[in-house]
């Protein structure tokens, strides 16, 4: 007798992978947690922490490796989205018996809205939209810091360094937040010239918080650049309710701080998701079925 | 009988260094150009490209290397207003007489207006700002493309490219500048987000009379970028006028293009300069005459 099938959702981000496995019936078998999965950090990389998170799943649940054959996975990787990577990754040996790969960003719309017609916006180091819309998926922005990215943690910091600068030579009043930035690199701008020349999207996301904490406190140069990130946020959202998207869940480490800046209308359609990323990549899973019933 | 001085005034750049040996009585012996003279590329560099230039304007009036030291040298130098490399710069075996040393935005505000009081804007593919107020030089921004450089070329391309991926996104309305923008990298926003990571200053400013021709003929994006340069021009312009600058001279490749569009009021203030940054050398060239009276 043929064993049944088992599903896996997979959720690979830039710092970790996380694999859950269920039964056909929804029992959770496992969980597992590894490695970076972003298929950019490298596709032999990503597959081998890809294959050993799957394991620790199955052998969470007393299953392991000689049952990987029974697995339908469906996974969403950071770097999905470039088509070379992804080719790459599913013509490498795959152990499973069937793969879905899709954006990380899109098991996560998944995961938030079963019911489809929902959108997810990402607010972290970076910034994405997704939108699920009658099972179409679209994505808006996520093109990273240096021609995109605008309201990330990462562009809150730049613009408060950038304005610092600003305050420095007198062009605009100094504010309790540029007095901090400049502080920060002992009021030498030649400091902060050289930290510009090397710095990652995520050491200028060091000041974000710094610089919603100033907005809070109603700093002008934080509130000018809160308020412009909060517009950037909102026209992305507006243009995924555009087409069709009729409630949003927000994710990312920002989300709790942008949350209560949404404009009314916008907050209206704001709900928690129903469920996680591996959620969503088991219902990616999941559709892997009905191939599965006619093999 | 000791053999009188000579004058020699030296701009140097990121990409030649110029320079221009006068007589005391102000006969021009000759000029010469040879390569970067930045501190930043190297103090060794600019010091060999600085002596072979000098000699060079020596030579084109009959001297040569033999009276390097008859020769009070005046230099401005890009990387001379970071203390560290101008001191091993000064610290290194000039063969000169006596070397002055500062910025080479300094000797281009001497140069424009002899008179002092006056400021410059440099708008190029960066962008800085120098005045001399009775004497004393005040510089405020140039700190480069990462952390500054508003309204540079670098910035104009920059913020088209950034404004170009919200049009592909939908999220604002695409004009012929963001169709132009995209269609140069084949409509393809990867294509835009490789650029983005390895791009430098002046990749960027490649695109930058392109945003300008557009704001000329009436593209709602290109103005908006264009407008937001003006103001930031004009704003760090107020602040040197209310320093005391009375007049000011616009220098760079993109001042003709910014001219048309500054303010009433600060176009009232804008002078052609007086002379060129060789002459503003060589008058710091002259400062050391005093020493030498009484050496």
Same mark, same amino acid.
């Given at each position: 007798?043929?064993?049944?099938?088992?599903?896996?959702?997979?959720?690979?981000?830039?710092?970790?992978?996380?694999?859950?496995?269920?039964?056909?019936?929804?029992?959770?078998?496992?969980?597992?947690?590894?490695?970076?999965?972003?298929?950019?950090?490298?596709?032999?990389?990503?597959?081998?922490?890809?294959?050993?998170?799957?394991?620790?799943?199955?052998?969470?649940?007393?299953?392991?490796?000689?049952?990987?054959?029974?697995?339908?996975?469906?996974?969403?990787?950071?770097?999905?989205?470039?088509?070379?990577?992804?080719?790459?990754?599913?013509?490498?040996?795959?152990?499973?018996?069937?793969?879905?790969?899709?954006?990380?960003?899109?098991?996560?719309?998944?995961?938030?809205?079963?019911?489809?017609?929902?959108?997810?916006?990402?607010?972290?180091?970076?910034?994405?939209?997704?939108?699920?819309?009658?099972?179409?998926?679209?994505?808006?922005?996520?093109?990273?810091?240096?021609?995109?990215?605008? +309201? =990330?943690? $990462?562009?809150? !910091?730049?613009?408060? *360094?950038?304005?610092? %600068? #600003?305050?420095?030579?007198?062009?605009?009043?100094?504010?309790?937040?540029?007095?901090?930035?400049?502080?920060?690199?002992?009021?030498?701008?030649?400091?902060?010239?050289?930290?510009?020349?090397?710095?990652?999207?995520?050491?200028?996301?060091?000041?974000?918080?710094?610089?919603?904490?100033?907005?809070?406190?109603?700093?002008?140069?934080?509130?000018?650049?809160?308020?412009?990130?909060?517009?950037?946020?909102?026209?992305?959202?507006?243009?995924?309710?555009?087409?069709?998207?009729?409630?949003?869940?927000?994710?990312?480490?920002?989300?709790?701080?942008?949350?209560?800046?949404?404009?009314?209308?916008?907050?209206?359609?704001?709900?928690?998701? +129903? =469920?996680? $990323?591996?959620? !969503?990549?088991?219902? *990616?899973?999941?559709? %892997? #079925?009905?191939?599965?019933?006619?093999?």
């Amino acid at each position: 007798m043929t064993e049944p099938v088992i599903l896996v959702g997979v959720d690979g981000g830039g710092t970790r992978c996380r694999a859950r496995a269920r039964q056909l019936d929804g029992t959770l078998i496992g969980e597992c947690v590894t490695g970076t999965a972003n298929l950019l950090a490298g596709v032999e990389t990503a597959l081998s922490n890809i294959v050993a998170a799957v394991t620790g799943a199955l052998e969470a649940g007393g299953l392991g490796a000689a049952d990987l054959n029974r697995c339908l996975v469906g996974m969403g990787l950071a770097g999905a989205n470039i088509p070379e990577l992804a080719d790459r990754f599913l013509a490498s040996s795959l152990p499973f018996r069937r793969t879905a790969l899709e954006m990380d960003g899109w098991i996560a719309c998944r995961g938030a809205h079963p019911g489809g017609n929902g959108a997810i916006a990402i607010l972290g180091t970076g910034t994405a939209y997704v939108a699920n819309i009658g099972g179409r998926f679209i994505t808006i922005g996520g093109w990273g810091f240096h021609v995109g990215d605008q +309201a =990330s943690g $990462a562009w809150l !910091g730049h613009q408060a *360094l950038r304005q610092s %600068l #600003l305050a420095f030579d007198g062009i605009i009043a100094a504010t309790p937040l540029s007095d901090a930035i400049l502080a920060h690199f002992d009021n030498k701008p030649d400091a902060m010239v050289a930290f510009g020349k090397t710095a990652l999207p995520r050491d200028y996301g060091e000041f974000a918080p710094l610089v919603l904490d100033r907005a809070d406190a109603g700093d002008p140069i934080a509130t000018a650049i809160v308020d412009e990130a909060v517009g950037d946020i909102e026209a992305s959202l507006r243009r995924l309710a555009s087409l069709g998207a009729d409630r949003i869940s927000l994710f990312g480490g920002l989300a709790p701080r942008y949350a209560p800046r949404l404009s009314p209308a916008i907050s209206a359609m704001i709900v928690p998701p +129903a =469920s996680d $990323a591996l959620e !969503g990549a088991l219902q *990616l899973a999941a559709t %892997l #079925l009905p191939k599965e019933a006619f093999a």
